[in-house]
C-alpha cells in the first residue's frame, strides 16, 4: 500500500460536521487510512483554538518587557520551550507528518479566520523558517502541503477572464507566501466550486474525484511554487 507507513496531519477549519467540507475531510481519513497511513485530525472549531497571536503564547518572561513585539518574544520562547501547550501539540502534529491537508472554505479569496490564527501561531520563526531558513531552505522541507477548499462562486466566474479572476491569484499568499515560505514541497490545490450550487450528483462526484486522487497522492510532483505558475509569464 503506497502511504503504509506515513502520516498525515488534517488541519480541518468548518462548523458543522454534516457539511460538504466535513465530507471531504472523512473521504481523506477515510481512503489514507485504507492506505494504511497514520491520520491525525486537527478540527480547530472543535478543538475551540484561539486564533489570536497575544502575549499568552509565551509561557516564560518576555525578552523586553517594555514594548511588546510579538514575532521576536515567540521567536525566544520557541528556542527556550517556552510556548503555549496548543502551538506546541500543533507543531509536534506538523514535525510527525509527511503531508498536510489544508480543508476549509474559502473566505473572502483566503482561509477563515481560525486557520489564519493556525497559521500565524503555529507556523512562527524556529520552528517553521528562520533568516535566513526560508523558501526552498524552510525548515519544513520535505514535507508536502495541499490546501483542499471549497468556494462559493463557480470555476467560470474563477477563471481568467472571469468576474473573480484566475483561482490562481488569491492562492499566491497562501501556497507560496505561507506554504513554500516555510519549505513545504506544495501539491496542487483540490479545489470543489460552488457545491451550494451543485446538484447532490455532481457533490458526490467531487467528493469522489478527492478519493480518486488521494489514491495515488504519494506519487504526486508538486507544482514549480514560483510566480509564472501563479500569474503567467
Excluded at 489514507?32 to 497514520?38: E, F, K, M, N, V
Excluded at 518587557?65 to 501547550?85: H, I, M, N, R
Excluded at 479572476?165 to 488569491?170: E, I
Amino acid at each position: 500500500m503506497a502511504g503504509l507507513g506515513k502520516k498525515v496531519l488534517i488541519v480541518y477549519a468548518h462548523q458543522e460536521p454534516k457539511s460538504f467540507n466535513g465530507s471531504l475531510k472523512d473521504v481523506a481519513v477515510a481512503e489514507l487510512g485504507r492506505q494504511g497511513c497514520s491520520i491525525t485530525v486537527s478540527d480547530l472549531y472543535a478543538m475551540d483554538f484561539e486564533p489570536r497571536a497575544t502575549r499568552n503564547d509565551i509561557t516564560g518572561t518576555l525578552s523586553n518587557p517594555e514594548t511588546f513585539s510579538y514575532g521576536v518574544e515567540v521567536y525566544e520562547a520557541y528556542k527556550k520551550a517556552a510556548l503555549s501547550s496548543d502551538i506546541v501539540q500543533e507543531q509536534k502534529k506538523v514535525q510527525e507528518a509527511d503531508l498536510v491537508i489544508f480543508q476549509f472554505p474559502l473566505y473572502w479569496f483566503s482561509v477563515p479566520a481560525v486557520l489564519k490564527g493556525w497559521m500565524d501561531r503555529v507556523l512562527c520563526q524556529g520552528f517553521a523558517f528562520d533568516l535566513p531558513g526560508f523558501y526552498d531552505d524552510g525548515f519544513l522541507k520535505g514535507k508536502s502541503a495541499i490546501l483542499s477548499l471549497t468556494t462559493g462562486g463557480t470555476a467560470e466566474m474563477y477563471s481568467k477572464t472571469g468576474v473573480s479572476g484566475d483561482f490562481r491569484y488569491f492562492l499566491w499568499p497562501l501556497q507560496h507566501g505561507t506554504l513554500h515560505f516555510c519549505g513545504f514541497k506544495v501539491l496542487a490545490p483540490q479545489i470543489s466550486f460552488a457545491p451550494e450550487f451543485a446538484s447532490e450528483e455532481e457533490r458526490r462526484g467531487m467528493v469522489a474525484s478527492w478519493a480518486e486522487r488521494l489514491k495515488t497522492i504519494w506519487k504526486e510532483e508538486p507544482i514549480d511554487c514560483r510566480p509564472p505558475w501563479y500569474f503567467g509569464q
